[in-house]
């Protein structure tokens, strides 16, 4: 609970130092797609919800993104992550789960709010476990996560919430929130990533 509190907080504080910014560059009505291009590196951290709890802990996640202005106040956004989960507990014969997610989607710029974004698009997870011996030694109908010996897709949606906090010519620094939910069966899998970036202007 905790954790959650000095979360809202940050997010809230953040939130508070963006509105006071500027952004000049990305507050402009753009009429061309790809006009502008942006490319930049990110990490923090990822929280499971649901399900996921109980089957793996916190962990820490890198990525790269893409932005580039798509129609006045919408920009496209492209971003690939990797993450390794550790189980929640131990689990036979498995040390963890790789997972790259690659999402693809739109920021709308409110101007009211500028330079302050909400975005939301489609994802793919990729996941595989770090296991060891043979996957054929796996009971697939019993043993925790027998599945993900052998690579699994797992497609989605998410929804961000774009924070920058520092402009200087052609670099931005800010903070992202991002929800997940992939379309697992029988139940849906939840995740919530907040994360640092920094983001560099190409054109």
């Not at 609970?1 to 009505?29: C, E, H, N, R, Y």
């Not at 932005?67 to 920009?75: A, I, L, N, S, V």
């Not at 774009?162 to 997940?180: H, I, M």
Request: with cysteine; hydrophobic share 45%.
């Amino acid at each position: 609970m905790f954790v959650w509190m000095k979360t809202i907080v940050l997010v809230l504080a953040v939130a508070g130092f963006a509105l006071a910014q500027s952004l000049p560059d990305s507050s402009k009505v753009q009429d061309v797609a790809i006009s502008n291009l942006y490319v930049s590196i990110e990490g923090g951290e990822k929280y499971p919800f649901g399900d996921l709890v109980d089957a793996v802990d916190n962990t820490f996640y890198a990525g790269l993104g893409i932005r580039y202005t798509y129609w006045e106040d919408f920009d496209g956004i492209v971003l690939f992550q990797y993450a390794y989960f550790e189980p929640h507990g131990k689990i036979p014969r498995i040390n963890g789960v790789h997972e790259a997610s690659g999402k693809l989607g739109l920021d709308y710029r409110w101007r009211l709010i500028s330079p302050i974004a909400f975005g939301a698009g489609f994802l793919c997870n990729w996941t595989r476990a770090d296991y060891e011996g043979d996957k054929e030694d796996f009971d697939f109908g019993h043993d925790p996560g027998a599945t993900l010996t052998d690579n699994e897709t797992e497609f989605g949606w998410f929804a961000r919430l774009n924070l920058p906090v520092f402009t200087l010519d052609n670099y931005r620094a800010g903070l992202n929130v991002l929800w997940e939910q992939v379309w697992t069966l029988p139940e849906r899998s939840n995740m919530l990533s907040v994360g640092l970036y920094v983001e560099r202007r190409i054109w």
